[in-house]
């Protein structure tokens, strides 16, 4: 497999704002931040593993503005983030092999 690690994230300072509101990531025009992401090596090679298993995507790899960047879904049909370990070269590209 791919080797992923988990990032979670917090909002500091919200736990004070009365006025927060946290959305989960799973409606039109609220995705927010409350999701989870897995650093992997290979943002390409981790979203054709997922593709195998049977798992959709809110934003390919190279669906969005930013490359090497996915939004895959979980079995419940939440939002997933998959990133590539230490950052994002603005460079990438999918290599075939």
Known sequence: MFGPVLELTHNHGTENDNDFKNFNGNKNGRQGFRHIGFLVDD???????????????????????????????????????????????????????
């Open 43 to 97: 943002v390409y090679s981790a979203c054709d593993d997922i593709r195998k298993m049977g798992f959709g995507f809110r934003e390919e790899s190279d669906g969005g503005s930013i490359k090497g960047l996915a939004f895959a879904y979980d079995p419940d049909g939440y939002s997933v983030e998959i990133i590539k370990r230490g950052g994002i070269d603005f460079g990438d590209k999918r290599v075939e092999k």
